[in-house]
């Protein structure tokens, strides 16, 4: 028997009793067509804690990644001044940049084969220097980090790789990236309230953010600044981390994307041909250009969505899924990070929630 909607209510209700998060927010379509939306649970674990709401907005950790430093250079690329084919080099001749990062295509950072390990505590240093020194200290520190293997078929998913990039979207466009995402992308869109650094509300009003944790740098606010450690350092944008969001404004970005990639967009903003390159994974490699495709086996999207998928997850708890084959849209935005940054529950709960997605829209067909 199909599932209904009801048991979607039901699927994420569970997080909250199984302790995944304290609030939750999912927004399901069919290419553009809404089907569903819902929010459920507490911006935080507190006994005074306001509801979470379709307006909850979420830090949307890694998921920066494709909604801002790609899809700026997706834009880049549409308006003539990017060459994908490029090396880093030669779009940053800059004397900060060493000789082994300036050979790194820019196709080998977005698809994360660059060589350059996941992650370092760069904020340690960064939080070191006087603050009028900290603007592109982290991509400056970035660069100076070994590479781990040499460039290539290897796979490693790299936050250095996005920090990198950002330097790029803003020597290319000349203005910072949240700049360069607010006007080109976001505001055409209609899109008011995703972006980095979010206004932080009034000393009386109710906050709206859903709580994350202070994580390895004791002292921060649980809502409203950005968790993770780098990206906070940096002023609170960077490549890999730093959005905001709440889930309606995710979801219509992704639909978007779909739109574009099937030539159904009434926007100029992305155009068909430059979508589909970066959504299409070159060479049969694993990733799409700055998107991730769903893992052969245990995929956070589940059994039903297809392999022609793209999406992201964040470190938060939160991630976004586009079947291209089946035109399905999925936002999933948790603060799973606010019951512990080690609580793992959600890789059970994700892919429960999209598989009884797709059971309600009457996809049942298994892809893993």
């Known amino acids: 028997m199909p599932a209904t909607w009801k048991q979607v209510d039901a699927v994420l209700n569970s997080g909250l009793t199984a302790g995944v998060c304290s609030a939750a927010v999912l927004v399901v379509g069919r290419g553009a067509d809404l089907e569903y939306a819902a929010a459920v649970g507490r911006l935080h ?27 700026a250079l997706l834009v880049l690329r549409q308006q003539g001044r990017l060459n994908l084919g490029a090396t880093l080099g ?22 994360h084969r660059s060589g350059l390990p996941a992650w370092r505590p760069l904020y340690e240093k960064v939080l070191a220097m006087p603050e009028a020194e900290r603007g ?60 980095f650094r979010p206004r932080p509300a009034a000393p009386d009003a109710p906050s709206h953010y859903a709580a994350t944790e202070e994580g ?30 709440t889930g309606p404004e995710v979801w219509r970005l992704a639909v978007q994307v779909w739109q574009a990639y099937r030539g159904r967009s009434e926007s100029t903003i992305f155009t068909p041909q430059v979508v589909a390159q970066f959504l299409t994974p070159p060479l049969g490699l694993p990733r799409a250009l700055g998107f991730d495709r769903p893992a052969p086996r245990e995929a956070s999207c ?17 991630s976004f899924w586009i079947d291209l084959a089946q035109d399905v ?17 959600i890789k059970a709960f994700r892919p429960m929630v999209h598989e009884t997605v797709c059971q309600a829209l009457g996809l049942n067909r298994s892809y893993r």
């Open 45 to 71: 674990a507190g006994p005074d804690s306001p509801p979470a709401t379709l307006a909850t907005v979420f830090d949307l950790a890694s998921v920066t990644k494709p909604l801002a430093t790609t899809l």
């Open 90 to 111: 030669e779009v940053l001749p800059v004397a900060w940049l060493p000789p082994d990062k300036g050979m790194l295509p820019l196709v080998a950072l977005l698809t």
């Open 136 to 195: 592109g200290a982290l991509e400056r520190l970035a660069a100076t980090v070994p590479l781990e293997h040499t460039p290539g078929p290897l796979t490693i998913y790299s936050d250095l790789g996005f920090m990198l990039l950002k330097a790029v979207v803003e020597t290319v466009s000349q203005e910072p990236l949240e700049t360069f995402c607010r006007r080109e992308i976001y505001e055409p869109l209609g899109l008011t309230t995703l972006g």
């Open 216 to 245: 390895l740098i004791p002292g921060r606010s649980v809502q409203g600044e950005v968790h993770d450690e780098n990206a906070w350092s940096a002023g609170g944008v960077a490549g890999h981390a730093g959005l905001f969001g």
């Open 302 to 318: 589940g059994r039903f969505f297809s392999p022609q998928s793209v999406g992201h997850l964040g470190f938060t708890g939160v």
């Open 329 to 345: 849209i999925v936002v999933l935005l948790t603060n799973r990070v606010h019951l512990g940054r080690e609580n793992e529950t």
